[in-house]
């Protein structure tokens, strides 16, 4: 069973920085597909950022050229770089693993996700 843990949440003001990142139990970073999500209160679960074993990235129309995902295969680990944050950035995070890399790619999409961390609160103030 793949666990996945998040870090790097904190608090930060308007325009700052967080590096969030996800270490995983067993070696799946660069051969599942990964992604970001997060969800606010009162709010659906979102597709932020998703990354495939090429290495092929999407990001929500909300993220672009402020977020950036990666991933580390030596050390197992999924990054979400995040630049010039904004007060709407405010919710938890979560990482997410999609194990069937052989049919076609939704990265932003919830279902095809079956492992999920238990998230990592990222707070930005205006």
């Known amino acids: 069973q793949v666990q996945l843990v998040e870090s790097g949440g904190g608090s930060v003001q308007a325009g700052g920085s967080l590096r969030l990142s996800c270490a995983a139990s067993?070696?799946?970073?660069?051969?599942?597909?990964m992604g970001w999500f997060r969800q606010a209160p009162g709010k659906e679960r979102e597709g932020v950022a998703g990354?495939?074993?090429?290495?092929?990235?999407v990001y929500a129309d909300s993220v672009k050229g402020r977020f950036t995902i990666s991933q580390d295969d030596g050390k197992n680990t999924l990054y979400l770089q995040m630049n010039n944050l904004k007060p709407e950035d405010t919710a938890m995070y979560y990482c997410?693993?999609?194990?069937?890399?052989?049919?076609?790619?939704?990265?932003?999409?919830?279902?095809?996700?079956?492992?999920w961390g238990q998230g990592t609160q990222v707070t930005v103030s205006s």
């Open positions: 067993v070696y799946i970073v660069g051969r599942y597909r």
């Open positions: 990354i495939d074993r090429d290495g092929s990235t």
């Open positions: 997410a693993a999609d194990p069937m890399v052989f049919r076609p790619w939704y990265p932003l999409a919830i279902a095809p996700y079956t492992s």
